[in-house]
């Protein structure tokens, strides 16, 4: 029995009447009728979409949905940009998004339809979507910022070396770039018009965006991971501005070629494009992740970073989580790591210690401004975990499990024969379940292929979060007392150091380094430099960031900035590859000297210098219940042979890298460490 009267149906229709010029759901006759409908979930406007509109708006008024002559028009700002990207992309409808729980579901029914996801009966609202296997991560090397001079991008690296730090594409390269991957690149498929907000709707530290897009997943996805649609739509209307985000998977119809797995994208042509100047964003080719859910890693680090730059606040790859000891006391901490490094685990911890709570406020992006008392005030702009499946499961991350359990898409992990998801790091499926792998084929423990893809993710909401804070949406943001910097390092630096004061937490920040990810294409076990964790994500040169995130020392009372610290979960015992740290609920042990720290009345309070820094002094970690095989001398050492050589690496890095952008009090800090290192 197919339902009828469904609204978005109607919503196809708000660009014919909110812009002039030609029907955008008129296409040519040849166009449509080659054309499956990629919104329509009867599928029946794959011939006369027309016809099909015009039936559900009599239908839908029969059912008390607004009528046509009540539908307000899009703001000017918001019209003008869409009827540009329509021009050039020449989709053959427009749908705009009101975000409705009944046009998302609508939405995942058109998908499930087409192929691109499968219901999971095992869990209430949970679909599966496999990919292309040529569309599975973020692509770093197709990823470019394009601004007037390279230097704006990136600092100029020595001897004519490829920069690490962000891609910088010409102007008339990109122009000519766009040329070839735009024009009708939406050929009979809707343009989804998507009004976006970062951040809780109308608070102050907020950003909003307008993305378009010919991905109907783009569309479910961005539901979860942004607040999304008409109170945005709203907020626009009353002059709020935008980042404009133009998305394609780059197939227009008829297609040329056969899909994979239906999933479309064009991995030969992957581009993703961003403008900081005009505040825009272009992206082609790939329907995955990054690559497409623009409000995410394109828009609240890459285009935030850069206006947070001109408005002076920052915007940071970093978890936000409120811990509070058992006298009830509450601190808020702010913490980088590089992807896929156990942030979503520390950000939902459950700590090992007695007592002890952590709350979850984000776990992957913070926007952070200083109040008028001098504060630093974080917001988690994103409305859902876009989180890496392989490894969660309920002994490392519970809260993520029951976080996950409904209303979730997963992308790429495995499924079993009930009608659930499996991926590695869960327990094998009870006797008589089998598993079908991320490609969709028949799969074995033991097989020499993996069952989910290890970039495998899901998209859940945050408000499902058992521990979601309970001021995770506050309009002022959360005040943040610790910034924590951290990585995967299986030698040489200690579980935990407090930075000596701003200036030396920046250089701590900037001297990041770790095991490279699933996320990105470096493949390995290279220890990969990453600043701030944010080498795939600035949106202007890092040595600008680095006199940004400076300047914050001359703008606030030192007594008003936060501690900075080092963590590292991941030391390895020399002598048999074993991690000296047991991690997940025992971070809480390190958390809990942060804490402290962050009280305390005398410098030295609990702590003692060493040569990079403040180390916990002897005992000031409480190791009661920890497993006395931890060797906690092991963890705290800190090789003076070690850090020359890190020292080296750092000058070597920052000159190829860096080169005449270092700020002069960056040069200071590494040459006091190089001092104290060999003195
Ligand atoms: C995790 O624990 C929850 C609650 O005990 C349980 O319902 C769920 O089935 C578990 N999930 C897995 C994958 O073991
Ligand atoms: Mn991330």
Request: with cysteine.
């Amino acid at each position: 029995m197919v339902k009828r009267g469904s609204g978005h149906l109607l919503r196809s229709l708000i660009p014919a009447v909110a812009l002039a010029g030609p029907p955008l759901f008129a296409p040519p006759a040849a166009t449509l009728r080659a054309a499956p409908c990629s919104c329509c979930p009867l599928a029946l406007c794959t011939l006369q979409p027309l016809l099909v509109c015009l039936r559900a708006r009599v239908d839908a008024a029969s059912v008390g949905v607004r009528s046509l002559a009540s539908i307000p028009s899009l703001p000017p700002a918001v019209a003008d940009f869409v009827r540009r990207a329509a021009d050039e992309c020449k989709p053959a409808r427009v749908h705009v998004v009101t975000g409705t729980p009944q046009e998302t579901a609508n939405i995942l029914a058109g998908l499930e339809i087409e192929g691109m996801v499968k219901k999971l009966p095992k869990y209430e609202n949970c679909w599966l979507a496999r990919t292309d296997p040529k569309d599975v991560a973020r692509v770093e090397s197709k990823t470019v910022i394009v601004t007037k001079s390279q230097r704006d991008t990136v600092p100029i690296p020595a001897g004519g070396a490829k920069s690490q730090l962000g891609s910088w594409m010409s102007e008339s390269d990109w122009q000519a770039a766009r040329q070839e991957r735009f024009p009708g690149c939406m050929a009979g498929r809707t343009m989804y018009v998507i009004p976006f907000s970062m951040g809780p709707v109308g608070s102050p530290l907020t950003k909003y965006g307008v993305q378009v897009t010919d991905s109907a997943y783009v569309v479910a996805s961005m539901g979860t991971m942004t607040r999304m649609g008409t109170p945005v739509l709203n907020k626009l209307s009353e002059g709020a501005e935008f980042v404009r985000c133009q998305h394609s998977v780059g197939r227009p119809l008829p297609l040329k070629a056969p899909l994979v797995n239906s999933w479309p994208c064009n991995p030969e042509k992957v581009l993703i494009s961003h403008l900081p100047d005009t505040r825009q964003i272009m992206s082609f080719g790939s329907g995955y992740g990054g690559n497409s859910l623009l409000g995410k890693k394109c828009f609240a680090l890459r285009i935030a970073s850069r206006i947070a730059k001109d408005e002076g606040w920052l915007a940071e790859h970093m978890l936000i989580l409120g811990i509070t000891n058992p006298q009830g006391v509450k601190r808020y901490v702010a913490a980088a790591f590089p992807s896929a490094c156990g942030k979503t685990n520390l950000a939902m911890m459950k700590p090992a210690l007695p007592g002890w709570k952590v709350e979850c406020v984000g776990d992957d992006i913070a926007w952070m401004k200083f109040d008028s008392q001098g504060k630093l005030r974080a917001i988690n702009p994103e409305n859902g975990f876009f989180g890496v499946a392989p490894g969660t499961s309920n002994k490392t991350n519970p809260y993520a499990m029951a976080t996950i359990a409904k209303n979730t898409v997963f992308t790429n992990v495995g499924e079993t024969s009930d009608g659930g998801v499996w991926w590695e790091g869960l327990d094998p499926p009870p006797a008589g379940v089998t598993l079908t792998d991320w490609h969709g084929k028949t799969w074995q423990k033991g097989s020499s292929t993996q069952c989910a893809h290890p970039n495998s993710r899901f998209c859940a909401p945050a408000a499902q979060c058992p521990i979601i804070d309970p001021q995770w949406e506050s309009a002022e943001g959360v005040p943040i007392d610790a910034i924590i910097f951290g990585g995967r390092r299986p030698e040489g630096v200690p579980l935990v150091y407090e930075s000596f004061n701003w200036q030396h937490g920046v250089f701590i920040g900037a001297s990041m380094r770790s095991e490279a990810t699933a996320a990105a294409e470096h493949q390995g076990k290279v220890i990969m430099h990453d600043p701030f964790a944010m080498r795939p994500f600035f949106g202007y040169n890092f040595g600008d960031y680095l006199a940004h995130w400076l300047s914050m020392q001359t703008r606030k009372a030192p007594t008003h900035l936060p501690k900075i610290f080092h963590v590292n979960w991941f030391r390895k015992n020399p002598a048999n590859g074993a991690f000296l740290w047991p991690g997940f609920g025992e971070n809480a042990r390190a958390l809990e000297w942060i804490f402290k720290r962050c009280g305390r009345e005398r410098e030295e309070e609990a702590a003692k210098r060493s040569i990079i820094g403040w180390l916990p002094e002897d005992g000031a970690i409480d190791t009661k219940g920890l497993g006395s095989d931890v060797d906690m001398g092991a963890l705290f050492d800190v090789p003076r042979s070690f850090w020359q050589k890190e020292t080296k690496e750092l000058r070597a890095y920052f000159s190829q890298q860096v080169g005449a952008d270092l700020p002069a009090q960056m040069e200071a800090e590494l040459k006091a460490l190089e001092e104290r290192v060999h003195k």
